[in-house]
């Protein structure tokens, strides 16, 4: 299998939804980007992380990191792998190195437990080149794939761009939206 290894690059909130958080991560050369949508919770567990802000020593996620350290005194190594998309979200995994062991994940959470445990991320390559844009350090705007955003936040974005008369995004998050529609309607036609 052909992946690519990503690097933590940055967490922000998503323009007008304090509720909803980005995680980005580029490719080893840092010239491709790929974005992750989170809950604000998770966001902020990785921003804490990523500035220092508080002793975490006695948090959930680090006391369980300790905790499976202590006990897998067989070094067992582990990495985060983004294999495709399921249901508009990231099917990503906690694979083991040398063992058939895998177990699944949000991909928002892979990325906090990779902070955590110091753990590599990858991602398939083909889904690495359909997912990710060319990075633009240089700006503070990031696109995000349509296609790993849940429909209720495309509905409430579809929304606040009909407001702001953003009618090209509009039209797009339309389009998708409708797509999702025809393809639900065609699988419960198949279930019948």
Request: charged share 30%.
């Amino acid at each position: 299998m052909n992946n690519v290894r990503l690097l933590f690059n940055s967490v922000s909130e998503i323009a007008g939804n304090e509720k909803i958080g980005l995680i980005t991560l580029t490719d080893e050369s840092h010239e491709r980007l790929i974005s992750i949508v989170c809950d604000w919770n998770t966001a902020e567990a990785i921003d804490i992380r990523m500035k220092h802000k508080m002793d975490k020593s006695n948090t959930l996620p680090e006391v369980m990191a300790a905790m499976l350290k202590a006990r897998c005194k067989d070094e067992r190594k582990y990495y985060v792998c983004i294999l495709g998309l399921e249901e508009e979200q990231y099917k990503t995994f906690i694979v083991g190195e040398d063992s058939a062991e895998m177990y699944k994940i949000k991909a928002s959470e892979a990325v906090l437990l990779s902070l955590v445990l110091d753990i590599p991320i990858y991602i398939e390559g083909t889904l690495m080149k359909k997912q990710s844009i060319k990075n633009r350090s240089c700006t503070d705007k990031v696109s995000i794939p349509i296609n790993v955003i849940n429909s209720s936040i495309l509905q409430e974005t579809l929304e606040r761009a009909i407001q702001a008369e953003d009618y090209e995004t509009a039209s797009k998050i339309h389009d998708e939206l409708e797509r999702r529609k025809r393809q639900e309607n065609k699988n419960s036609k198949i279930q019948d």
